[in-house]
């Protein structure tokens, strides 16, 4: 689509850069740098605002991520950062290109403990583990070793048990911009602040 050109109000020595100048530094920034880069870095660098940023990504991610493209890279946007990332489609290709083995793919187990701790974050391990029925201490810790989850502070209830949520890491391994794009389910879970389990 046809992307509107906006101008800059910049300090006199600076050039004044166009909307689509600005998705090719963000595109180059991000490519170099290979990890999530926040809008606030963009923002500093391009002297507008966060949510200017993040507008403009946005944007440019409609037509980047188009499924008739040409690229083999999708821009992923998310609440505070984005990133470049592969195509799902071509993952297989890719394994085999780089010699990836299977085995850092997650148990049946930890995919379980993280769509609990996702659905109904932030919860303590003892919300996830009255909702599975065993103990998850193991895949709880995998979890945070690997940053897909991580502490959010403490239940306010006695002994304080420590409050789990999950991370952008999380969302960019799943190809989400935000936690509004899980897929829908209809839960009947214990709830954290009781431990009844609703009828």
Request: net charge negative; aromatic share 8%.
């Amino acid at each position: 689509h046809i992307i509107e050109e906006m101008e800059l109000t910049t300090e006199s020595d600076k050039p004044q850069l166009g909307v689509a100048e600005m998705q090719r530094i963000i595109e180059a920034v991000l490519f170099a740098a290979g990890y999530p880069v926040e809008y606030k870095k963009f923002a500093d660098l391009l002297g507008i605002t966060s949510r200017e940023v993040k507008r403009i990504v946005t944007d440019y991610a409609d037509s980047y991520n188009a499924p008739d493209g040409i690229r083999g890279v999708r821009l992923l946007v998310m609440d505070n950062s984005c990133q470049l990332c592969t195509d799902e489609r071509y993952k297989d290709y890719i394994k085999n290109a780089l010699g990836i083995k299977e085995n850092g793919n997650l148990s049946q187990t930890s995919l379980e403990v993280l769509a609990v701790i996702a659905y109904n974050q932030p919860v303590t391990k003892a919300y996830v583990e009255q909702v599975r029925g065993v103990d998850c201490s193991y895949p709880i810790s995998s979890l945070c070793d690997k940053n897909l989850i991580r502490r959010a502070g403490h239940l306010d209830v006695p002994g304080r048990p420590i409050l789990y949520e999950t991370t952008e890491d999380f969302l960019r391994c799943f190809g989400l911009s935000s936690l509004g794009e899980l897929p829908y389910v209809e839960l009947m879970l214990p709830a954290e602040s009781t431990g009844a389990v609703e009828a």
